[in-house]
């Protein structure tokens, strides 16, 4: 049988203060991860309590986050502010704010004309180790929160962003806990051994590859598609994953994990009954788990509080509760009916005020905005 593999999930943003206040854009692909930090002014380093200001860190590079605003087509500073859409009146937001405008003018000072907010950030980011061969633009668009179309549009998660950091550093928003249930989320059978048949399919269609690459440059005649693919490839994989249990990684290609699949006991009708509900958490057992194997209050009517083995696994091999419901992907998309309740379209400009309307996310996407909720 198949264990459930307990994930982070990642299409959401997450607010952390610790080692330091961040928001974080996480993904799989690194190029694709971007945080905005609250740090120290470097001039008060050193200071209690001294003054903050707002840097993004994304394709290594670490720049004031007023910059990447006009990098991705914002024209003025009051735009910012608009479309972060903080209220008025806290000091210390207002403070925050002013430094980082004050940082992006001491690292550039005409970053507002023309491109050159543009050229500040390719020179940042081309001066890297491994810099990306693409051109800056073509890197905002790939990497800069992928799934969002539209330079303007990507500026207004910026702010969306920048706003929740700002919510949490003031005291109106919580922290994000990475134990919270409703921040996981489980791969069943079906991602798992897509997932394995997609890593050996690629090393057989590259020794394919290999194969017809001999007889393409020699003079040799080209034969039969079957005589260049084997399929022992896939088979032999698959069979190794299912008797040794290794795995491949989530989205680390040399990494295995272990414990996906199980022998399945039917000694008893309720021992059957758990392991057919069993769920993983992949951690490493030399690092720190911290709070993973505590039950946390989320888990009441997911998860059982018993139903875990003893030693190093305790607390991260779960059992799902008789009333947990695991939903799955939703192949048609439900964005008609949305716009058919009221949800109006994300528009395309930084210019257009949206006030007080709520934000609609779709699986961590935002896709539109209502005005009465």
């Not at 001066?127 to 330079?151: A, H, R, T």
């Not at 001999?214 to 698959?238: K, M």
């Not at 998309?333 to 609609?360: H, Y």
Request: glycine share 6%; net charge positive.
């Amino acid at each position: 049988i198949f264990i459930a593999q307990e994930q982070i999930f990642l299409k959401r943003l997450w607010v952390s203060n610790i080692p330091y206040w961040a928001v974080a854009y996480k993904s799989q692909m690194k190029r694709n991860r971007m945080v905005v930090k609250l740090v120290e002014n470097s001039t008060f380093e050193g200071i209690k309590n001294g003054e903050k200001l707002l840097t993004v860190y994304f394709l290594s590079v670490e720049i004031p986050v007023w910059i990447l605003f006009f990098a991705l087509g914002v024209t003025s500073d009051k735009e910012i502010v608009d479309l972060i859409d903080y209220e008025e009146g806290d000091g210390r937001v207002d403070n925050i704010l002013f430094a980082s405008i004050r940082e992006a003018d001491e690292k550039c000072e005409t970053f507002r004309r023309g491109k050159n907010a543009l050229l500040f950030l390719e020179e940042r980011v081309k001066g890297v180790q491994f810099p990306p061969p693409e051109s800056i633009d073509e890197c905002l668009n790939m990497y800069v929160f992928p799934s969002i179309k539209g330079l303007k549009r990507k500026a207004r998660y910026l702010a969306y962003m920048v706003k929740v950091l700002l919510l949490a550093y003031t005291g109106r928003r919580k922290t994000d806990n990475r134990d919270d249930f409703r921040n996981k989320r489980l791969e069943l059978a079906g991602e798992l051994l897509e997932r394995e048949i997609k890593v050996h399919f690629a090393h057989a269609r590259k020794r394919m590859g290999k194969a017809l690459q001999r007889d393409l440059y020699g003079d040799r005649d080209v034969r039969q598609i079957e005589h260049y693919l084997d399929a022992s490839i896939i088979t032999n994989g698959l069979q190794r994953a299912f008797s040794t249990g290794a795995w491949t990684h989530p989205f680390k290609r040399m990494e295995r994990i272990s414990g996906v699949v199980a022998t399945l006991g039917r000694t008893n009708p309720l021992q059957t009954m758990a392991e057919l509900r069993r769920t993983r958490q992949q951690v490493q057992y030399t690092g720190k788990v911290g709070d993973a194997r505590y039950p946390h209050p989320s888990h009441w009517g997911k998860v059982c509080f018993l139903s875990t083995p003893d030693g190093e696994n305790c607390g991260l091999v779960k059992n799902l509760a008789v009333t947990g419901v695991v939903s799955t992907n939703v192949t048609e998309s439900i964005l008609p009916q949305l716009f058919d309740c009221g949800m109006e379209e994300l528009v395309d400009d930084t210019t257009t005020v949206l006030g007080r309307k709520d934000k609609v996310f779709l699986n961590g996407d935002w896709v539109g905005v209502c005005s009465d909720s």
